[in-house]
Every structure is written in structure tokens, then in C-alpha cells.
């Protein structure tokens, strides 16, 4: 298990994936992986999903849709199927969801294209923390020697997950988000039409 660090340098951000391990004379971290330079963005607008696309949606696609819906309230444009963009400064910041993945990279004047990580409500969107919470799976064990986590535990790691890609949702809304991840109908979010 790791986290994000970021760390400043002069005006600018830069995020970072630190990974911890436990030797004998106690923990330790290391940077593992160089994440991009990291954009504040505000939010402009409100940008809701409505409770009949939910329900029509699987977990996967219901993380997209999510994702989307919060760039898109942070003043991204839709482009081409996918992509999506935001000027920013004297950038542009695009923002690509195909399936299982996505791209966020700036591009500058020339052209040139750089890894990037949004900083958004509490956390940090990127490919790794898209990547975490849409490959999240309840019901399995974390390790091959493990019993299955309990259903706590599993929403517990879900909302971790939800929160480290900087996705803010409503209790009803993440409701739903764990029920099609579990596959059990809870009961506690009633469909709004």
C-alpha cells in the first residue's frame, strides 16, 4: 500500500507514489513511481448524474461516469469520444477515459505533452488512483493467505479509494457506487425519479 506526496518546488507542484515497508528497524518509504506536475482546479459548475443512468450503469461504468462528471464540473469541455479538455494558464490540460483507463496529461505551446495530477476536494486524480478504485473488487481477500475483509471493511477501502481520486459524492450516491461493486442491494438509498 502506498500513498501520494507532493512536494513543492519554487511556484510549482509535483505529486509523487511513496510506498511504505515494514523492516526490522521499522518502516520505511520510497519513492516508487514519478506521478506529473500537479493542477489545482475549482469547481464552476454543478454536474449531477441522474438516478435512472445509475442504475442502468455496472461499477466500472459508473466510475467513469463519475469521473466525468467531475471534470466536467470543473470546466472541462467535451471533445472527441473520451477526451475532454480545460485550458488552464497558458495550457491545456486534457483528460482522456477509454475503458479501464485514463489519461491526464498538459500540453504546452509546442505541443509538448507531460504527465499530470489534478488536486480536487481531498485527493488526487490520476491514471494510478483512477486505476485503484475502478480495478476495486469487495468480496475478495487482500492477500493470497487472507479470509475475505467483512463489508465494513470493504466500504471503509471503497470510500479511501473514492477520496484518493478526489471524487466528492453524496452518501446516496456512494451507496449506489458499493452496491454495484458488492452486488447487494442495501436498501439505504431510495431510487429517486
Known sequence: MGFIRVKGHGNHRYAYFVEEEW??????????????????????????????EISALGYEELVSKLVEAELLS??????AKGKMCLALDRKMIVAEL????????????????????LEMND????????????RFRA???????ENFTSEPEEG???ARLVVNA????????????YEKCTGKNLGLAPEKN
Open 98 to 117: 477509454s475503458g479501464r483507463a485514463l489519461k491526464l496529461c498538459w500540453k504546452g505551446k509546442l505541443g509538448k505533452e507531460r504527465g499530470c495530477v
Open 166 to 177: 478526489g471524487l466528492s459524492l453524496s452518501s446516496d450516491v456512494f451507496i449506489k457506487l
Open 123 to 134: 485527493g488526487f486524480l490520476c491514471a494510478r488512483t483512477f486505476s485503484a478504485l475502478i
Open 23 to 52: 523492516t526490522e528497524k521499522g518502516p520505511r518509504q520510497s519513492v516508487s513511481e514519478y506521478l506529473g506536475k500537479t493542477e489545482k482546479t475549482k469547481k464552476v459548475r454543478e454536474f449531477q448524474i441522474s438516478s435512472n
Open 156 to 158: 471503509e477501502e471503497l
Open 74 to 79: 470543473r470546466g472541462f469541455e467535451k471533445k
Open 139 to 145: 468480496g475478495l481477500p487482500k492477500n493470497s493467505g
